[in-house]
Nanobody, 120 residues
Framework: VQLQASGGGPVQAGGSLRLSCAAS????????MGWYRQAPGKERELVAA????????SYANPVKGRFTITKDDAKNTVYLQMNDLKSEDTAVYYC??????????????WGQGTLVTVSS
C-alpha cells in the first residue's frame, strides 16, 4: 500500500495545521491508521491513531486536547487536525497504517514523512 501524506509546513506557535494521509493500492482492509513523529535526536513516537472498524482513537498525552484524528473510510484517508501548536511539536510526522494488502498478510506500512516546524 502507498501512503501519501500532505499538509506539513511552517507555522507559528499557537497556530494550526491539518495533515492528511491517503492509503492506496490493492487494499483488502485497513485495521488502523495513525501518525507518528520524530523530532531531531529523539525516537519516533505515536501521536494519534484510529481504528477503522470501531472509530476508537488514541492520543499521546502531550497532544491530548489539541490534536484530533479523523478518518474517511471510503477514501482510506486519515486527517490530523493540530491546534495550538507548540515548538515541541516540531518534528517529521509519519503516517502509519496496519492493513491487509492483496496478496500479503496484515502488516505495517509507513508514509514518507512530512515536516512540521513550529516557531515561537
Amino acid at each position: 500500500v502507498q501512503l501519501q501524506a500532505s499538509g506539513g509546513g511552517p507555522v507559528q506557535a499557537g497556530g494550526s495545521l491539518r495533515l492528511s494521509c491517503a492509503a492506496s493500492g490493492r487494499i483488502y482492509s485497513v485495521d488502523d491508521m495513525g501518525w507518528y513523529r520524530q523530532a531531531p535526536g529523539k525516537e519516533r513516537e505515536l501521536v494519534a491513531a484510529i481504528e477503522f472498524s470501531s472509530g476508537l482513537t488514541s492520543y499521546a498525552n502531550p497532544v491530548k486536547g489539541r490534536f484530533t484524528i479523523t478518518k474517511d473510510d471510503a477514501k482510506n484517508t486519515v486527517y490530523l487536525q493540530m491546534n495550538d501548536l507548540k515548538s515541541e511539536d516540531t518534528a517529521v510526522y509519519y503516517c502509519h497504517a496496519e492493513a491487509v494488502v492483496i496478496p500479503f498478510p496484515r502488516k505495517d506500512y509507513w508514509g514518507q514523512g512530512t515536516l512540521v516546524t513550529v516557531s515561537s
